[in-house]
């Protein structure tokens, strides 16, 4: 993630970085561009339709359905920002719980158990380290999916490792208890903060393994296309060639909304707008050292 | 569920899977094409209206309710996602919870304490299994039914299994506790999972026993249903038999959005965008069998 | 409540049940049908007035507003929904709440304890009983009216029952904890349900007890009823007397929505779309029966 | 505040309360009728312009611009309703609380014990009724403004009366512990509640004292008036005289929904609208002292 | 922030304070004054093109996309406001609990123990107010920033202060329970408020350094710019010069949603709208000394 001064218009409207969705859509731009032409071409030179043609009024569908449409984008654009948020969220909570547990550890252990405090010191950022990974693997992605995948074969037997860095935390903490190194008012103290790490894991599962339902992308995606697509046959008899552009540009605004919900949908890879992750991890390992 | 990739557009656009809304809605699309073509032939052939007509300005009626129908359509699709999106937040709760319960008592039971441990080892996966089973049956959908289900009384005298399988659990945990085999600061520190199982159960029961109010769902079918079949009387006027395509494209439109919130509102069934529950509960499995 | 198939569109479009909205609308049809033939009337044969009359503008003014009224509906939709889905929300945690109490005891106290599982067996399914009749109640939903309901006085000095039934219940359960029957840490373990039973009672009051703010029902009351009398001046010109089931239609679907909110917002009523919580106050008094 | 019927449309129509927004903009409305008078007079008689000028196209920045606007009062209508919804929340919670501490310490003192009986009956229903008084005061409403305030200088020496009783009651709870006259397991089931108190007061400071950025507010209320004042301009030339009533309606709607905003959002003072604090913590001393 | 009477209308319209959107938009606004003039005289005296011109249907792709860009505002004005109203819960939950954490400590600490009672009076308002100072250092906005800060590095080995505070509260409320001046059940009660501290901190960090997905940003300000910049060509043919103040009318509505939202999403800066967090950390300061 890059962290960007949001005041500074004349950089954002003027240049384009890779990751622009001016530049992900171009092929698309190209070919509506030349359908558009196409059309124009056909309809004023070949059919040589005029203003009056009835087809002129194929516009009162578009302007009926810009409403229906808009609405579908802003949904997706919604659903897609929560998730992103939801996935921020988790990951902020996952810095707290790391910082309070280390805390509470560094208050509780006596000073000279280093044994136990390099122990935690290790293992809290640990956790954080591993979740990272474990969000990028292709397995998590389709830990729910109902075909077979050989081609993971090979790894799957790796087993979820998050959750064996959160058992070997709990059964640390547990031990201290039983050999009556913190107290049980202390292990209830310590529990919230023992529970967290898988709620945390299994709530960033979700949102990575389970994508908005299919038929909502499948429908926008089609709504969109014939939406597009038909906006020429209208618009060339009253806007001859300069149909071409405004088809363009609508089809850009709302394409890209789409392609930014898909990007943004899923936080945790690593494109230019998905979560820090790596770096929210590295940054729990600076703080949680500083505490223990 | 099938995992997909949501990048891939042109899949997407040109193929249609069989829950497709436009499979679903063929009978409908061919019937009100067959209608606006009725209406053509009758103002157009018959009755040799012209676009003079004071019939043609009843599109005025529709631009003015197109707003009242997209707010509709976008609210009932934020409420069924919101449903269908609580699910899937329980069944990851009920992942966690099932992992957290195993790895604490992974911790807290003595390593040789084999009998116990295959009894969580077996129960927790368990109750994952049994509710998915619940939530897929008859009975659980018609529960709060004032109807009469004479059909479902052979079954009825079965009960309610997940919640027998969570008492189970809380028996035998309690047993532990009785037995001192576990403090009374770690049944404290147990407590928030034994309790979430049923929590999390009659969550998804309400989700499934409770659809949106009728009158919503009524009034939104006959208002689209009023709506498309007066579309034709002023579009014949002004796009002639073009108005076939274009009332069967804004009917598709319309009606796709209600038909997938019917499909996504309730999120247990085994249809294509419903939640892998079967799927998870195996993972469950999977995940409990490492930790204890 | 009636569960239904949501699936079943023939039914929905082609049957009028009591409680639907256009039964209920019919005094209203009629009279904004007669208002607009009357102005049909004077204008068209008594006036004489011509589509290039000035008045027929007045059409801007309508689809102007049409986005501030659907926007307005569609608040008051949102609204009304969420007090009816909070309601069943809390009404689902009362079950959970219920078969979790019931569960837990069931585990702690002794199989031979007949006199006290006897005492939770009856007293547990009463609190949601109690609770049914109490959210039906005049003076529950009066509760916060500054006026004096002196019809009300006679039944006045009957107690808060619901809160009668929670001291009962927490005043038992103290007491085996006194008698040593359940540990502190088992009173600690039951204390979250013993809570929740006077929360959620405390939710359904305020639901009940606080409609939305008057001056939102009264302006939105105001804005329709001047949107629609106005509507047929400018109709009329330009749809004849084609202009009555225009208008018609549209006071239906604007109104529709204001009244199906007004029904939703109470939702313990006894009203087809209200909950059923008479149903599931049996449903929990089978369970918990099951379960002690 | 007043408990309605909400489905007595008649009364609602055709009668005006004090509070109701057409009281409110009384001058407002006069006086955009004689402006558009003035603009009418001009325009028709003194210049004499004709449909046919440019200024009649003014009407397409009206209507460009009409979303933003009633997307922006949604915006309001949604913030200022959640706020009067939460600070509705808010009371319930502390008539649960208060009932849940009264049910709690009538079962955990001993039935003898009046002296501390008394002081919590005394107490819990205090709280109420100091908070409700704090949320009414000038002090607390400008607790966070930045400008000196003289004319308070005399008060302010008052301390925060809701602190000292909630200090009180927790101070009085922990020595009945110190006393051993309820266990630790008793104080920590108790914690919860205690607790609560200040958190709600807290709560109700926050809604009280922090409205809405003051740029929404500032923008929101140029922009009505831009949008209103240049409305004449336009629907003058095809309204004619007709445009005074239309642009008194449409300032009405568009104003009204800011007027109930601005009242809604401070939900804590005596107005019609506002939260019946005072009756609420009159009802919790009612049922606080069943229960003691 | 400044406490403003949201009442007082007039001051609101004719005032404009330093913060105000019209004058940040000012140089904006001069430029898209003097681009409209521009295309006005080569449209219209240049070229000499007519309201029969092929651009002068332009207008239907503006009216088309209103919609969109409509959404899209409101879309970043809800994200924005959600930030800035989440951090001033989380504000309020500071003073909540600074609070609850003294009047507890007030309660349990014996009342002649003047050092720990002075350590507490001075720690907990300390927090909020290095917090405070963490939030508005520029090293707090940069954590996630991929990018290298050379410039900052040599603050960076300051560390991370409000945590050392936390540390510095939890060992010594620690301490006390092991020097058994507070009992594990005290030790438990008090847990919440010394977690929270530490979770509001990360929560407040969050919203500091992650804006949203910067690609909404940057689309955003295209779509508005390429927006606004087309206008004029079809506006100048209808509305010939009066199409400046227009252009601009639009530009300044639109853009001062975007403007606004950019300050409002970073709550913490000092700007007029900000919250007060300074004035907030002063009163905890004040309350806290009345209860310890």
Known sequence: MLTYNSKDWFKFIFFFRRSDTVVTLLPGIIGVGLFTWLIAFLELKYLVLTEREYI?????????????????LVFRTNSAYDRWWEGRKLWGALVNNSRNLALKLGAMLPQEDKHNRMFYKKMIPMYAHVLSLHLRSEITRLALDEKEHPELAAIDHNKHIPNHVAALIFRRTNRLYEEKKITGDQLIVLNAELLSFTDI???CERIKNTPIPMSYSTFLKKFIFFFVLTLPFSFVLSLKYWAIPVVIFIFYALTSLEII??????PFDGDENDLPI???????????AELL
């Open 201 to 203: 894991c299994g709530a």
């Open 261 to 266: 919900a898909e990007e943004i949908e899923d």
């Open 278 to 288: 790596v770096k929210i991890s590295e940054n729990i390992n600076k703080h949680v």
């Open 56 to 72: 002129k009024n194929l516009s009162v569908m578009h302007s009926m359905l810009t409403f229906v449409i808009s609405m579908l």
